[in-house]
């Protein structure tokens, strides 16, 4: 009998495997981290073998846990960092170059070069901005590298694929080449109202459709995967961006529900339900699922960097030996003695779009600690969070009473008080932040009846804590110098 659901949680440092039970309670995990590379300023690049290595190994690893067998599995969910983009040989399954991840930046000039004829274009398209952000001009300057890549990517010799349909197309020995509309949508070349890869898009970009995966349902029975020691073949039955995954695993069903993930960026996604929103204050329009014949469209803001900002204060400036340090260093001051860090380290998102921008540490004095570059870098997380949110309520006409919270930062009990300040609504964090995870899984059991409809998964979801808005009156202040200083970089 199939008791359990397997998701892979393919993220932008590791590749996790976690197994959920009925009740969605989470039974084992197990990750591996793998190698980031820098090759050159603004440049991000995974080694996409390496992905799928760790990821087999944490689904081997996560099934050893507990003793749990492939017949055991009634369904595999799949969650995956967006726009990381993979180029290989269809005959031999070798990557022509590393990932290109989504935060790399050498795009930028071809998306200025299309920005100005085309930029409506694609956003009436595909919901985006024409930015370096998304897996399209990924595509278009790897097969730029070499002309034998694209005359092979002509000839239908070359795939493209997210980490979902990379580590899909490993899992099934390359029968399964396939993606979902929540993953489609990311990459400039989707039409987020025919549901279909668009021809003129394609050709703008010079991507030949032949290199495209096929689009399937979120939710649903995508094809069966394998792995040699297995005694069953198991269903890909769910398949969701990691942010899309997030909102669905925050049970996130009626429009205007919202939720905001703290990893290594920051996104906040919001439900607008059947029918798209285009925003005006340069939010992006995305899918975010598509299952039973609907689709449910989504907000989003993206803030490039967030828990990065604190990997950065240990890795960088050597402030905290570990991450999980920040918090008490933080809580050390009652205040951030006049800082403000503007946490642009890898260019700005939402709303600002801006790939040159530069990160600043601004206000300092002979009085200023490295406690209070803690306590600004974690008020720079949310108030990035707080500029999206606050656009993005203008968009959709809504005034958000509460925000459902997930990723690694949103357990800094600090950083989610400073968010609920700023944003002065109730922040609720539930008993399970992996939140990305159990949204795949919800979506890989959905497909194959383990549960039965959106209803049932209700019982699958506590909160843990509710953090509601203070009287504080460093908070006020900390927004008047926040948005005096990012003016001044923003215009600079």
Known sequence: MSKYILSIDAGTTSSRALLFDKNGQQISLAQHEFTQYYPQESWVEHDAEEIAQTQIRAIREVLAQKGIQANELAGIGITNQRETTVVWDKKTGIPVYNAIVWQDRRTASICDELREAHADTFLQKT?????????????????????????????????????????????????????????????????????????????????????????VPSSGNAGTVSLPEWNAEVPISGIAGDQQAALFGQLCFQPGEAKNTYGTGCFCVMNTGETPVFSKNKMLTTIAWHYNNKTIYALEGSVFIAGAV????????????????????????????????????????????????????????????????????????????????????????????????????????????????????????????????????????????????????????????????????????????????????TQL
């Not at 000839?155 to 993953?183: A, E």
């Not at 900390?478 to 990012?486: D, H, K, P, S, T």
Request: charged share 20%; aromatic share 8%.
């Open 310 to 489: 604190i990997q950065w204060l240990r890795d960088g400036l050597g402030i905290i030996n570990q991450s999980s340090e920040v918090e008490d260093l933080a809580a050390s001051v009652d205040n951030n003695g006049g800082v403000t860090f503007i946490s642009a380290l890898a260019g700005l998102g939402a709303p600002y779009w801006d790939p040159n921008a530069t990160g600043a540490i601004m206000g300092i004095t002979r009085g200023t600690t490295k406690a209070h570059i803690a306590r600004a870098a974690l008020e720079a997380i949310a108030m990035r969070s707080r500029e999206i949110i606050f656009e993005m309520q203008k968009d959709a006409g809504v005034v958000f009473q509460s925000l459902r919270v997930d990723g690694g930062a949103s357990r800094n009990n600090l950083l989610m008080q400073i968010q609920s300040n700023l944003l002065n609504a109730k922040v609720i964090r539930p008993k399970t932040t992996e939140t990305t995870a159990i949204g795949a899984a919800f979506l890989a059991g959905l497909g194959t009846g383990f549960w039965k409809d959106e209803i049932e998964l209700q019982s699958c979801w506590e909160e843990e804590r509710i953090f509601t808005p203070e009287s504080n009156p460093n908070t006020e202040r900390i927004v008047e110098m926040w948005n005096e200083r990012m003016g001044k970089i």
């Open 127 to 215: 919901g985006l901005v024409l930015d370096a952000y998304f897996s399209g001009t990924k595509i278009k300057w790897i097969l730029d590298q070499h002309p034998e890549w694209r005359e092979k990517a002509d000839n239908g010799d070359l795939l493209f694929g997210t980490i979902d349909t990379w580590l899909i197309w490993k899992l099934s020995g390359g029968n399964l080449h396939v993606t979902d509309p929540s993953n489609a949508s990311r990459t400039l070349l989707f039409n987020i109202h025919s549901l279909e890869w668009d021809d003129e898009l394609c050709t703008l970009l010079e991507i030949p459709k032949a290199m495209l995966p096929k689009v």
